[in-house]
T-cell receptor, first 111, second 114 residues
């Protein structure tokens, strides 16, 4: 079945460093969403990307959808301790409402 | 409440017992999803409802799993004859429309099967 891979699985950064997580699919995606899950919490929606090559920014977060709509990235500039958590991408393909979640990237920020 | 509500938050079951997990979505939300999340893993899709219609149940791992949403609002996920491998957090999410859109997740129901 469809799989969405994320890399890296874990990332430890010093506070103030940048962080990037990548999401890759072997199939063309209709849209992709990004979620953040704090330890012990539930996924919380961050953004949705629909168009090929789309780039969206939220303060220190930059989200990108690849030209071929098979990959996406989330970049955080100057990480803060509040950025700690696991970041998931979730994608759908044409003709389905089923959101397939990526494997997630767990971010730890060292003060 | 304003968010998605799930109950119970925690459930301990002996192997072989039946369990029922409830999800109360945000009022007016058309779409409802169930996901299973094992420790340290991403959420795995179980099933999708559009109002009362179950449009996709391809993720249900076996015929021991059954979900319903009879009136297009509250949903129940039932697991019969629980097994240890069923231990996980079961997440319910709702979204406003029938197409793509933001998923609002509940806090989840953590099931432990002994």
């Amino acid at each position: 079945g469809q799989q969405v891979m994320q890399i890296p699985q874990y990332q430890h950064v010093q506070e103030g460093e940048d962080f990037t997580t990548y999401c890759n699919s072997s199939t063309t995606l209709s849209n992709i969403q990004w979620y953040k899950q704090r330890p012990g919490g539930h996924p919380v929606f961050l953004i949705q990307l629909v168009k090929s090559g789309e780039v969206k920014k939220q303060k220190r977060l930059t989200f990108q959808f690849g030209e071929a709509k098979k990959n996406s990235s989330l970049h955080i500039t100057a990480t803060q301790t509040t950025d700690v958590g696991t970041y998931f991408c979730a994608a759908t393909t044409s003709g389905t409402y089923k959101y397939i979640f990526g494997t997630g990237t767990r971010l730890k920020v060292l003060a | 409440g304003a968010g998605v509500s799930q109950s119970p938050r925690y459930k301990v079951a002996k192997r072989g017992q039946d369990v029922a997990l409830r999800c109360d979505p945000i009022s007016g939300h058309v779409s409802l999803f169930w996901y299973q999340q094992a420790l340290g893993q991403g959420p795995e899709f179980l099933t999708y409802f559009q109002n009362e219609a179950q449009l996709d149940k391809s993720g249900l791992p076996s015929d021991r799993f059954f979900a319903e949403r009879p009136e297009g609002s509250v949903s129940t996920l039932k697991i019969q004859r629980t097994q240890q491998e069923d231990s996980a957090v079961y997440l319910c999410a709702s979204s406003l429309g029938s197409g793509v859109g933001e998923l609002f997740f509940g806090e989840g129901s953590r099931l432990t099967v002994l």
